[in-house]
């Protein structure tokens, strides 16, 4: 389970920080990332982070946000800075969780939480 926090509204320029956490029976996770979804627009990759802490971003997102983790924690930060409107959208959480008792990573997503963007 992928539970995320800290969305909320902001103006144009401020700061947010979102974070997630898994939980259950993980045994390990691989890599971890951000996604978001605006009205009537596909869901877009923002930033992801293996387990290592190789990052990439979206081009959109670079300079202005920054992904990080806590492995002992499972847990995904995303820091956004300078945000605009077009930063308006429902951020999801992702994850490739290997459970106990099995061989392989599975994706997990979170349920979404809602930034807005606006003066």
């Known amino acids: 389970q992928l539970v995320e926090s800290g969305g909320g509204l902001v103006h144009p320029g401020g700061s947010l920080s979102l974070s997630c956490v898994a939980s259950?029976?993980?045994?390990?996770?691989?890599?971890m990332g951000w996604y978001r979804q605006a009205p009537g627009k596909q869901r877009e990759l923002v930033a992801r982070?293996?387990?290592?802490?190789?990052?990439n971003y979206a081009d959109s997102v670079k300079a202005r946000f920054t992904i990080s983790r806590d492995n002992g924690q499972n847990t995904v930060y995303l820091q956004m800075s300078s945000l605009a409107p077009e930063d308006t959208a429902v951020y999801y959480c992702n994850a490739d969780i290997k459970p106990l008792g099995s061989s392989y990573y599975y994706v997990h997503w979170g349920q979404g939480t809602q930034v807005t963007v606006s003066a």
């Open positions: 259950g029976s993980i045994v390990s996770i691989n890599t």
């Open positions: 982070i293996t387990r290592g802490g190789s990052t």
